[in-house]
């Protein structure tokens, strides 16, 4: 205990050790500090290496006598210092022991050396306070099961949880290798709008805010797709962009209302083109990032190199439901059929939707749940994807697959709608179905059909969410348990001191 501190709360005697450092002359937030190596890299670095300079956040602090150990950790890992009256001096060291807490940033200046129980060690001959913590860190954090505390207080998960630093560090892995690989094949990354005046791209509500300079409202995009396509018309072969969407609808474990979606779009190709190549994608990806191109998830081992199982839309759903979907083209008799196969669907209002958003119910609620092992759907039905080519050979449905694993879809692709006309037919049956009030369905976007009407080449699209393919492969049955900091309901208080 510092003097003059006795009887003051953690947050309160922190701040005088603060005034009694300024008053010795010592900064307890300077402006930068030269390292040598990242701890990581100090931890491997042979004994008696000289002049190694270390810094980050002082996680533990043993006390001894003369002697002080500690450990510094960083993004990259930790390591142990070592304080001593003989390496600092006296007055150095009684002023590490009276002024340096868990918590503080620190940086260090010494040689490595390892400790009678085996530890590779920096013995400090010089130490720097780099930023002083004002609030004790959290003393039973490993053992804390309050999920919500973790994603409120992100920073404190990542500075207590090792997993928690890994889990992140592997999303930005898959993210850098997913970028190399689509660069290596020439697709060119790209940024479209975030507030559109039309959205579209998926069947979904929106966020709606208002421009004031413009006086408009305007939305938060749910998809980038059509801007993405606009830049195929405009002569971009292939393009990516890894966009921020945002989606006006319930939370669930695979569900969260802004979300990081993969969007790739490639001139010249088909859905078989593409799904070839999304193959190679995730092989490829799995591999670097992860070291296998196995997952294991609620027990399950995912095996992405085994052959997916290749499955029509209606084989599926009647393999599960026994409602052949194409026999009931029309809604009310897609419902009676639902009831005479006692099939509920409780996630919809069924008087106002559409037969398209009846046909997707069915399948969320009898199929995708049984859906472990990689499996890829084709043969959607045409109603279910506005901006998709119908088949030559069978125009009801479209040319599209969707790739489901664990009950989840990671990706949905097909050959894209190139045909205006057909497009602006399409959309006119959208924009019936949001007047009769299916809040999804898609919104009439004359600018986007003006593009479409310069022409198009034949264009295959992708789309991937991130934070579901990265939880999957983490093994996290929640989404939020990927994305740094979820949106959440703001505390009544958040001002109480530690």
């Not at 022991?97 to 129980?117: C, E, H, N, P, Y």
């Not at 006006?248 to 969260?256: K, V, W």
């Amino acid at each position: 205990m510092n003097e003059g501190t006795k009887g003051l709360s953690v947050f309160e005697t922190r701040k005088a050790i603060i005034e009694m450092l300024r008053e010795e002359g010592v900064n307890p937030y300077p402006d930068r500090f030269e390292r040598t190596h990242t701890l990581e890299e100090a931890r491997s670095l042979p004994e008696g290496t000289p002049g190694v300079r270390v810094c980050g956040r002082l996680i533990s602090l043993r006390k001894m006598g003369k002697l002080a150990f500690g450990h510094l950790q960083d993004i990259s890992g930790k390591v142990q210092i070592s304080v001593s009256v003989d390496s600092c001096g006296a007055e150095g060291f009684e002023r590490f022991k009276k002024r340096i807490d868990i918590g503080d940033f620190l940086g260090v200046a010494g040689s490595m050396f390892r400790t009678r129980t085996g530890e590779i060690t920096v013995a400090v001959n010089d130490y720097q306070l780099l930023g002083k913590s004002l609030r004790s860190l959290p003393e039973k954090w490993h053992g804390l099961q309050d999920v919500e505390l973790c994603q409120r207080k992100r920073y404190l998960d990542l500075i207590m949880s090792e997993e928690t630093r890994r889990r992140f560090l592997l999303r930005s892995r898959i993210v850098r290798e997913i970028r190399s690989f689509l660069e290596l094949h020439r697709f060119i990354e790209v940024e479209t709008p975030v507030l559109c005046s039309q959205y579209g791209g998926a069947n979904a509500r929106p966020f709606i805010t208002h421009h004031n300079t413009l006086d408009i409202d305007v939305y938060l995009r749910i998809a980038p797709e059509t801007y993405l396509k606009r830049l195929i018309v405009g002569g971009f072969d292939r393009v990516y962009e890894f966009a921020r969407c945002f989606r006006n609808e319930g939370s669930s474990p695979a569900h969260i209302q802004d979300f990081t979606m993969l969007e790739f779009y490639a001139a010249y190709w088909n859905y078989r083109d593409n799904l070839n190549f999304t193959r190679e994608l995730l092989l490829t990806v799995l591999e670097k990032a992860t070291g296998t191109t196995q997952c294991s998830f609620q027990g399950e081992t995912i095996r992405f190199e085994n052959p997916w199982r290749i499955v029509t839309f209606q084989d599926l759903i009647r393999e599960h439901s026994g409602i052949d979907i194409l026999e009931h083209p029309t809604k009310e008799s897609l419902l009676k059929a639902c009831n005479k196969s006692g099939i509920v669907l409780e996630d919809i209002d069924a008087d106002r939707a559409a037969w398209a958003t009846l046909v997707d119910s069915i399948y969320k609620k009898t199929c995708r749940p049984r859906l472990i092992q990689p499996t890829v759907l084709i043969g959607h039905p045409r109603a279910l994807s506005p901006l998709a080519r119908a088949n030559d050979n069978h125009p009801e449905i479209a040319d599209r697959f969707q790739i489901v694993v664990c009950g989840t879809e990671i990706v949905n692709a097909y050959s894209e709608l190139v045909d205006p006309i057909d497009q602006r037919a399409r959309l006119e049956e959208q924009a019936r179905h949001r007047a009769a009030g299916d809040e999804e369905a898609m919104m009439l976007d004359e600018d986007y059909l003006e593009a479409m009407e310069y022409g198009m080449p034949p264009i295959s699209g992708f789309g991937m969410g991130i934070d579901r393919f990265v939880a999957l492969l983490a093994g996290e049955e929640n989404i939020r348990s990927v994305v740094l900091f979820p949106l959440m309901r703001p505390e009544e208080s958040s001002t109480n001191a530690v």
